[in-house]
T-cell receptor, first 115, second 115 residues
Framework: EAQVTQNPRYLITVTGKKLTVTCSQN?????MSWYRQDPGLGLRQIYY???????DKGDVPEGYKVSRKEKRNFPLILESPSPNQTSLYFC??????????????FGPGTRLTVT | AQSVTQPDIHITVSEGASLELRCNYS??????LFWYVQSPGQGLQLLLK??????LVQGIKGFEAEFKRSQSSFNLRKPSVHWSDAAEYFC?????????????FGGGTRLMVKP
């Protein structure tokens, strides 16, 4: 089954404790992206990756890191989480053909709480 | 910079009634437009998209949307709502000229369906 998976689905942590949220897709998609969803703000892009070893900042990259060492995986790293990073996080992927990127497929989300 | 506005935060309709969810966008060139639905506890699912051509696009689950360039709108419609349509709906615009093809989302409209 074609899908985007995220782990963990729920995470409660404390300020400053490094964490990683994993994202994996099995569709051989080139393009992957991370979003955070906050009430009334919709989804805002954190980072995206056009291909292996190619990443770039989205609209709200502060406090986050990503890496793309393999095509299928795109982990999100919070080196020192703070309470304002409490949010619902979505990973997405899509097929990319040159400059034209098709619709994005979303994972189920990771609800993160930082106390 | 592109932006998306969904003026209605909450909408309640009766089952069987018609539905229209509003979406206005701001984008300099021809936009790539999307509607996604998020059911409770789920990721986002693509309902429909507009890239070019016919301005009335059909999607899944009986939804349709009409692109009106003169009004910078891409409203979502359904002639008869079912209880299972209760969810949050997001309109998004993609920057087709940007290699990253970042999606900018509206704040979302939460739909409630009365029996």
């Amino acid at each position: 089954e074609a899908q985007v998976t995220q782990n963990p689905r729920y995470l409660i942590t404390v300020t400053g404790k490094k964490l990683t949220v994993t994202c994996s897709q099995n569709m051989n998609h080139e393009y992957m992206s991370w979003y955070r969803q906050d009430p009334g703000l919709g989804l805002r892009q954190i980072y995206y990756s056009m291909n292996v070893e190619v990443t770039d900042k989205g609209d709200v990259p502060e406090g986050y890191k990503v890496s793309r060492k393999e095509k299928r995986n795109f982990p999100l790293i919070l080196e020192s989480p703070s309470p304002n990073q409490t949010s619902l996080y979505f990973c997405a992927s899509s097929l990319s053909m040159g400059h034209l990127t098709y619709e994005q497929y979303f994972g189920p989300g990771t609800r993160l709480t930082v106390t | 910079a592109q932006s998306v506005t969904q003026p209605d935060i909450h909408i309640t309709v009766s089952e069987g009634a018609s539905l229209e969810l509003r979406c206005n966008y701001s984008y300099g060139a021809t936009p790539y437009l999307f509607w996604y639905v998020q059911s409770p506890g789920q990721g986002l699912q693509l309902l429909l998209k507009y890239f070019s051509g016919d301005t009335l696009v059909q999607g899944i689950k009986g939804f349709e949307a009409e692109f009106k360039r003169s009004q910078s709108s891409f409203n979502l419609r359904k002639p008869s709502v079912h209880w299972s349509d209760a969810a949050e709906y997001f309109c998004a615009v993609g920057d087709g000229d940007n290699a990253g093809n970042m999606l900018t989302f509206g704040g979302g409209t939460r739909l409630m369906v009365k029996p």
